[in-house]
T-cell receptor
Framework: GQQVMQIPQYQHVQEGEDFTTYCNSSTTLSNIQWYKQRPGGHPVFLIQ?????EVKKQKRLTFQFGEAKKNSSLHITATQTTDVGTYFCAGHLGYSTLTFGKGTMLLVSP | EAQVTQNPRYLITVTGKKLTVTCSQNMNHEYMSWYRQDPGLGLRQIYYSMNVEVTDKGDVPEGYKVSRKEKRNFPLILESPSPNQTSLYFCASSSGTVRDTQYFGPGTRLTVL
């Protein structure tokens, strides 16, 4: 069935290193959302991308939406321990449903 | 404070004993949904509701029921829970449609023995 694939599943970095997670869909997405879930917490909305080729920045976080609207990425520059958590992408494959990727768990060592 | 609340936060029950997990939002949101989160599987949508009295199945609806009698409440009902429904459950709401920002509740950790 239609899916949103996310890689890597897990990444462990040293504080100060960069981090990137990738999201791919087999079908064109109308838009894509990114969420962050801290350990023991609930998903919290980060951003939504709508336009082909769109790039948005939030401080050290850079989000991109592919030209074909089938892939997206989240890049964190110079990670900090506060970046620890699981990052999910979510795409609208159906009219009223939201399909989440399986998430990338980020661990940052000081 | 704008929020989505869920109760209970933790529940341990036995197979076959009916239970309800409540979800309430105070943001006058039209769209509400339930997800389950399992290790390695991410978040999967169980049911969603686009408005009062309008509900529909998500990706994994088997074994669950929902109702939307009021705009603010969207309870999740397990008529006969089974161990494979042991999971972390999240309720979420958004202002208009699923395309808007999803606001998640704190989660309910359910264990079915």
């Amino acid at each position: 069935g239609q899916q949103v694939m996310q890689i890597p599943q897990y990444q462990h970095v040293q504080e100060g290193e960069d981090f990137t997670t990738y999201c791919n869909s087999s079908t064109t997405l109308s838009n894509i959302q990114w969420y962050k879930q801290r350990p023991g917490g609930h998903p919290v909305f980060l951003i939504q991308l709508v336009k082909s080729g769109e790039v948005k920045k939030q401080k050290r976080l850079t989000f991109q939406f592919g030209e074909a609207k089938k892939n997206s990425s989240l890049h964190i520059t110079a990670t900090q321990t506060t970046d620890v958590g699981t990052y999910f992408c979510a795409g609208h494959l159906g009219y009223s449903t939201l399909t989440f990727g399986k998430g990338t768990m980020l661990l940052v060592s000081p | 404070e704008a929020q989505v609340t869920q109760n209970p936060r933790y529940l341990i029950t036995v197979t076959g004993k009916k239970l309800t997990v409540t979800c309430s939002q105070n943001m006058n949101h039209e769209y509400m949904s339930w997800y389950r989160q399992d290790p390695g599987l991410g978040l999967r949508q169980i049911y969603y509701s686009m408005n009062v009295e309008v509900t529909d199945k998500g990706d994994v609806p088997e074994g669950y029921k929902v109702s939307r009698k009021e705009k603010r409440n969207f309870p999740l009902i397990l008529e006969s829970p089974s161990p494979n429904q042991t999971s972390l459950y999240f309720c979420a709401s958004s202002s208009g449609t699923v395309r808007d920002t999803q606001y998640f509740g704190p989660g309910t950790r359910l264990t079915v023995l």
